[in-house]
């Protein structure tokens, strides 16, 4: 073969290589290429390793992007964040795209944490601009998470997971979040999934309980209900708090076990309680965007042989919020079967009189951050003030939450405020104590055990 075909053929090679490292989609390297460059790099330096920085770089919420407007619309964005990023990206930085709507960026003069926040402050910024996609504009945020070399790993493969550390850290935080890798957030993650092991185990050995904190009647201090409370003691942790556990699950996809199991175990403690007497249950938000909701709490309750009409479900505004149609269905299921729908925390969301208005409640939890200043700030009495005449007008139970002093009993009761929770009334206990409670507290479940003793 001639010199023409040899250089066909050096051509071909040259090509193929071309086709292996780089993105079809948007033109940029991908991960090999990535790799390459920050192995030269770190051969480059070893002799005097001097640091350099790489970053990931997460789209937050892109997912939803091709699911309402189609995955033309989504690559189109993955185009422009690819040419936003080469533009912004500092003078022998290399961008690169990996699977989905994953980025990385290696960073040879960027040396230290500062640096690297600084770097992390300007690409954020850049892709926080809203896209174009012809008939409409659409805004997304990004998550970080960045890896210095040597610190975070000596090789390709230990930078990039301590890279990945930091991006998770930074989607656990919430959105638009900036993370560098240290070993305290390695440290902290590990702890997480420790946790996380500790929950699922926990749960597997149903050892995850219930308690349950009265709810009464303002008027004549009457028990008429209990909301159900999850409650954790590992062996090796602890008391662990539910504003711990409960996020945890939710973050790593098993709220709804735990979820399940609690609301199994609460129905079936409440056979041995008066008939009157309602439940309260909290759903989570991540609960509210699953459609399966409605059936599987229905399917519990059936099979423990619990009146849905005795339980009322309470829900926060953020979580209506997150998904709302979904919501809307789910909500119309559960009432429709006879169950009730409160929503908790009211006050304290963006914008609470809309949601009274989209979604049918049957009750209204006021945030206990108002019940603690009643007494000593006119600001919260005319907030409780107002709310309890609007829920009268819209023919809406309240709650109180919060409760801790006979003189904010009095101020809620003067305020014509129905219902009452807090430990005032009585704290959270196990199902034991809570029998004792009602025999204590309730007239016809005493007559009810002293005949049977």
């Given at each position: 073969m001639g010199p023409a075909g040899s250089a066909n053929e050096q051509f071909n090679q040259n090509e193929l290589h071309a086709m292996a490292y780089t993105d079809h989609l948007t033109g940029l390297g991908n991960r090999h290429r990535l790799r390459d460059k920050a192995r030269q790099l770190a051969a480059d330096r070893a002799s005097d390793p001097a640091p350099f920085t790489v970053c990931i770089v997460n789209l937050d919420g892109f997912k939803p992007i091709n699911d309402l407007f189609g995955q033309?619309?989504?690559?189109?964005?993955?185009?422009?964040?690819?040419?936003?990023?080469?533009?912004?990206?500092?003078?022998?930085?290399?961008?690169?795209?990996?699977?989905?709507?994953?980025?990385?960026?290696?960073?040879?003069?960027?040396?230290?944490?500062?640096?690297?926040?600084?770097?992390?402050?300007?690409?954020?910024?850049?892709?926080?601009?809203?896209?174009?996609?012809?008939?409409?504009?659409?805004?997304?945020?990004?998550?970080?998470?960045?890896?210095?070399?040597?610190?975070?790993?000596?090789?390709?493969?230990?930078?990039?997971?301590?890279?990945e550390t930091?991006?998770?850290?930074?989607?656990?935080?919430?959105?638009?979040?900036?993370?560098?890798?240290?070993?305290?957030?390695?440290?902290?993650?590990?702890?997480?999934?420790?946790?996380?092991?500790?929950?699922?185990?926990?749960?597997?050995?149903?050892?995850?309980?219930?308690?349950?904190?009265?709810?009464?009647?303002?008027?004549?201090?009457?028990?008429?209900?209990f909301?159900?409370?999850?409650?954790?003691?590992?062996?090796?942790?602890g008391f662990v708090s539910p504003a711990v556990f409960v996020p945890l699950a939710e973050e790593r996809g098993f709220i709804d076990t735990l979820s399940e199991t609690l609301l199994r175990k609460a129905a079936e403690a409440t056979l041995a309680w008066p008939r009157d007497l309602f439940l309260s249950f909290n759903l989570s938000s991540c609960q509210l965007m699953d459609p399966r909701t409605s059936f599987s709490t229905l399917a519990i309750l059936n099979s423990v042989g619990f009146d849905p009409?005795?339980?009322?479900?309470?829900?926060?505004?953020?979580?209506?919020?997150?998904?709302?149609?979904t919501a809307r269905r789910i909500i119309k299921d559960l009432k429709d079967a006879g169950i009730r729908i409160s929503l908790d925390d009211f006050g304290t969301g963006q914008s609470s009189l809309g949601r009274l208005r989209e979604f049918t409640f049957d009750k209204v939890k006021i945030d206990r951050a108002f019940v603690s200043?009643?007494?000593?700030?006119?600001?919260?009495e005319h907030i409780i003030k107002a709310i309890v005449t609007m829920c009268e007008g819209l023919d809406l139970e309240v709650v109180a939450e919060g409760i801790e002093t006979e003189a904010e009993a009095d101020k809620l009761r003067a305020l014509g405020c129905g219902m009452g929770q807090g430990y005032f009334f009585g704290k959270p206990v196990d199902t034991a104590a809570t029998l004792r409670y009602l025999s204590e507290h309730h007239h016809e479940f005493a007559l009810v055990e002293r005949a049977s003793a």
């Open positions: 033309a619309a989504g690559d189109e964005i993955l185009c422009q964040v690819a040419h936003r990023l080469k533009a912004c990206a500092p003078d022998g930085a290399t961008v690169t795209r990996h699977d989905g709507d994953e980025f990385a960026i290696v960073l040879p003069l960027v040396f230290e944490r500062a640096g690297a926040e600084r770097a992390g402050q300007m690409i954020k910024d850049v892709l926080s601009a809203p896209y174009d996609l012809g008939d409409r504009n659409v805004r997304l945020s990004a998550s970080l998470g960045f890896a210095i070399y040597p610190f975070a790993g000596n090789d390709f493969e230990e930078l990039m997971k301590s890279a930091a991006l998770y850290r930074s989607k656990r935080r919430g959105r638009g979040q900036i993370t560098v890798y240290s070993r305290e957030i390695a440290q902290e993650m590990k702890r997480a999934t420790q946790l996380e092991q500790a929950l699922r185990n926990a749960i597997i050995n149903d050892t995850v309980d219930v308690h349950f904190q009265p709810i009464v009647r303002l008027r004549d201090n009457r028990v008429v209900g909301e159900a409370l999850a409650r954790w003691i590992d062996p090796d942790l009409r005795r339980l009322e479900l309470e829900i926060t505004e953020t979580a209506v919020m997150t998904s709302a149609d200043a009643i007494t000593t700030d006119r600001t919260s």
